[in-house]
C-alpha cells in the first residue's frame, strides 16, 4: 500500500491560484493512477481529477475542466494539481488517492476504484 501525504492548501482570493502536491511513499508510485477528491461541509466526497500510471491521459470533472490540471512526476514519487481561477464553490478538503490495480477503466473513477488515500488539506476560496 502506498502512503500519501497532501500540502499546498490555504485561503485565497477568488480568480486566484492553487498548486497541491502528493507525496507518496510506499510500493511503487509509478503503478498506481492518481486521483484527486474534493469534499464540501455537509457534502460527498467527490472525483475532480485523474491521471494514469505514465502520466499520458488525464480527465476532469466538469466542474474544474479548464481551471484544473493533474499532473505528476514519477521520478519524484509525486502527484499535483494545479488550481486556476479558483471560485468559493471550489472550497473544501482536497484528497489525493492511489488506485488499486494501475490504470482505470472509468474516465470518472469512483472512491471505490483508489485504495489510499491522504489526510486531506483545506482549500478555502473566499468572494
Known amino acids: 500500500q502506498v502512503q500519501l501525504v497532501e500540502s499546498g492548501g490555504g485561503l485565497v482570493l477568488a480568480g486566484g491560484s492553487l498548486r497541491l502536491s502528493c507525496a507518496a511513499s510506499?510500493?511503487?508510485?509509478?503503478?498506481?493512477?492518481m486521483g484527486w477528491f474534493r469534499q464540501a461541509p455537509g457534502k460527498e466526497r467527490v472525483f475532480v481529477a485523474y491521471i494514469t500510471t505514465n502520466g499520458g491521459h488525464t480527465y476532469y470533472a466538469d466542474s474544474v475542466k479548464g481551471r484544473f490540471t493533474i499532473s505528476r512526476d514519477n521520478a519524484k514519487n509525486t502527484a499535483y494539481l494545479q488550481m486556476n481561477s479558483l471560485k468559493p464553490e471550489d472550497t473544501a478538503v482536497y484528497y489525493c488517492?492511489?488506485?488499486?490495480?494501475?490504470?482505470?477503466?472509468?474516465?470518472?473513477?469512483?472512491?471505490?476504484?483508489?485504495?489510499?488515500w491522504g489526510q486531506g488539506t483545506q482549500v478555502t476560496v473566499s468572494s
Open positions: 510506499g510500493r511503487t508510485f509509478s503503478s498506481s493512477a
Open positions: 488517492a492511489a488506485s488499486r490495480f494501475g490504470d482505470l477503466i472509468s474516465s470518472a473513477p469512483s472512491k471505490a476504484d483508489f485504495g489510499s
